[in-house]
């Protein structure tokens, strides 16, 4: 993530990528995307990412 660029920016480019690589044949659980996601955050978001890890089990996230 770059840190010009928004949350949704991000999210958006980072499905869109997932999604052609479902396309060609690439199988992409949802727990994988998500730990790439909050892997990738910029240090801003390091709060976030981790309130997120410590309230939910990320194995059970979803993306929607």
Do not use: P, W
């Amino acid at each position: 993530m770059k840190d010009d660029e928004t949350v949704d920016e991000y999210f958006s480019i980072t499905l869109a990528i997932a999604n052609k690589m479902t396309s060609h044949g690439e199988r992409m659980e949802q727990v994988a995307v998500v730990e790439k996601i909050l892997r990738s955050m910029t240090e801003k978001f390091n709060y976030v990412v981790c309130s997120i890890e410590e309230s939910n089990d990320v194995t059970t996230l979803s993306i929607d």
